[in-house]
């Protein structure tokens, strides 16, 4: 109980320690409009499953929060945090009682895994779709060793739970029924005991349609979300293979995790790999046939299924990792064990117990630099297109001028940024009452006593503010900040303000 309740911590402290991703950003405004309207309704093309918005819908009522205004980064972070950790939970359950070294090492290992961590803290699907699958696959190793209809019941729950979550589940059911079908048709021992009750097939499916069509139809609100959940997929296909800003090599993933060095920060999980591999060796190779060689067997085909399938699209973010990272830290686990009982009578017991823990504090070294003290940094190899801490210092700026001027709710605010590439900051201007998002500059721009924006509209704002206005509605703008910001790395943001406003915010800051 000591390692989840460690595993909670480090989920949970200091969610707020990075700005929200450009991702979170959106999911989080899509929530809002749940929250705020009580309806949620799918949309095929720009987001993802339901599963996130419904159970963030959970926590905010549990903190007592009911617009969008009011809403934390703890409050949506929280989601995947738990969610991971009910994982961990669940995985206790995976073995018996007298595989507790390998039940241990598994908990451990996902409680302080420095890219699963990461992700936990991120307000994203991956976490659920990743939880939820291998959640799946622990149930239905423990549904063939009892066939109890319960689990059979909880394995449909859970099939449901992960195609209402993300479109990349036909990846994840794919990858699972290619595995099943290898060993069938190559290991005689797992072909005797997939043997399924009729019933529990009919309660499975039946329980996991159930469960897709609640979340897609917005629990029988919006009938319209079951046909857009298969209407999706051709999106994604389309999306994976034509977005250009997410096209990365075939090795991505080898190069991301294997070994990355830079100013901050030096990376690498080769130890956990090669463990890992001695683990796929072991399960494939082993005279035993015992149960948990079976799971770990499965695991080998599944992670490497998935491995090549995401290895091969080249649409790539670092996230997607994470459904064939969590299998091979089960099997590095695996692995670890496995070693440990063939050189037990060859080696000292203490020696190896020693190489494992350097390699675990290792882990646990990397899991620090990685989450907490270089948590939003370019250097750290998980931040993808993170926004920069100026997001934060800029709205903060932006509150503190607005509370100085009378009548603030009523000032406009105007974003302006080439292809809608301005967020998250709908996320953080959430409390301002009036603004206005646009991709281009309008007429009607001079009404806007705050304008934000990028250096490649300076010129044409300018022009707009001193040329358009009628008589008598002509102002003379300043810079509203007093020092270069940006909203990610290398993308700078400007901001322009009335004079006659920012004065009465330094007449404010002078008073003593």
């Not at 992960?162 to 290991?187: H, N, Q, R």
């Not at 069509?213 to 959940?229: E, T």
């Not at 490649?456 to 300018?462: L, N, S």
Request: hydrophobic letters at 45%; glycine letters at 4%.
């Amino acid at each position: 109980m000591a390692v989840i309740f460690f595993a909670l911590f480090l989920r949970t402290y200091e969610l707020d320690n990075r700005p929200l991703h450009v991702d979170e950003a959106v999911h989080a405004v899509k929530f809002g409009e749940l929250l705020e309207n009580g309806f949620y309704k799918y949309d095929p093309i720009e987001y993802h499953g339901p599963t996130l918005n419904y159970l963030t819908l959970v926590s905010s009522t549990i903190f007592g929060i009911h617009s969008f205004a009011e809403l934390t980064e703890y409050t949506i972070r929280i989601v995947p945090a738990i969610i991971s950790v009910l994982f961990i939970i669940f995985a206790i359950f995976m073995f018996p009682r007298e595989e507790k070294h390998l039940k241990y090492l598994i908990i451990i290992l996902l409680s302080i895994s420095p890219i699963l961590l990461f992700y936990s803290r991120y307000y994203i699907q991956e976490v659920l779709l990743v939880s939820f699958s291998y959640s799946l696959i622990i149930i239905c190793y423990k549904y063939f060793q009892s066939k109890k209809t319960s689990f059979a019941i909880v394995a449909g729950i859970l099939t449901g739970l992960i195609f209402a979550t993300k479109e990349t589940s036909i990846i994840t059911f794919s990858s699972g029924i290619t595995s099943i079908l290898i060993l069938y048709l190559f290991d005689n021992d797992i072909r005797k005991k997939i043997i399924i009750s009729t019933n529990h097939v009919i309660l499975f499916i039946s329980t996991a349609i159930f469960i897709s069509i609640l979340f897609y139809s917005s629990f029988f609100s919006n009938y319209d979300g079951i046909y857009d959940s298969l209407k999706t997929f051709s999106n994604y296909f389309s999306k994976a293979s034509e977005n250009g800003d997410h096209i990365q090599s075939w090795y991505y993933y080898i190069e991301l995790l294997v070994y990355s060095n830079n100013e901050k920060i030096i990376f690498s999980e080769i130890f956990l790999l090669l463990f890992a591999l001695i683990g796929i060796y072991f399960s494939l190779f082993s005279k035993q046939e015992n149960q948990t060689i079976i799971i770990f067997r499965f695991l080998s085909f599944f992670s490497f299924i998935q491995i090549v399938i995401y290895s091969l699209i080249p649409y790539k973010t670092p996230w997607l990792a994470l459904n064939f990272w969590v299998g091979l830290l089960l099997l590095s686990a695996f692995g670890i064990t496995k070693t440990y009982s063939l050189f037990a009578k060859r080696i000292s017991k203490q020696i190896y117990s020693g190489v494992v823990i350097i390699f675990l504090i290792h882990n646990l070294w990397q899991t620090y630099e990685i989450n907490y003290k270089y948590p939003f940094q370019p250097e750290n190899p998980f931040t993808y297109s993170q926004a920069t801490c100026d997001v934060v210092s800029l709205t903060k700026h932006i509150t503190d001028v607005l509370e100085a001027v009378p009548d603030k709710e009523n000032i406009l605010i105007s974003v302006i940024v080439p292809e809608n590439d301005y967020w998250p900051l709908p996320w953080y201007f959430r409390k301002f009452k009036k603004v206005a998002w646009n991709n281009k500059i309008q007429n009607s721009i001079y009404k806007f006593p705050i304008i934000i924006s990028k250096p490649v509209y300076e010129d044409e704002i300018i022009n707009k503010l001193y040329t358009i206005p009628p008589p008598g509605r002509k102002n003379l703008y300043v810079p509203l900040f007093d020092k270069y910001l940006e909203l990610r790395p290398g993308v700078e943001l400007r901001g322009y303000i009335q004079k006659d406003v920012i004065d009465i915010y330094n007449r404010t800051n002078l008073k003593p």
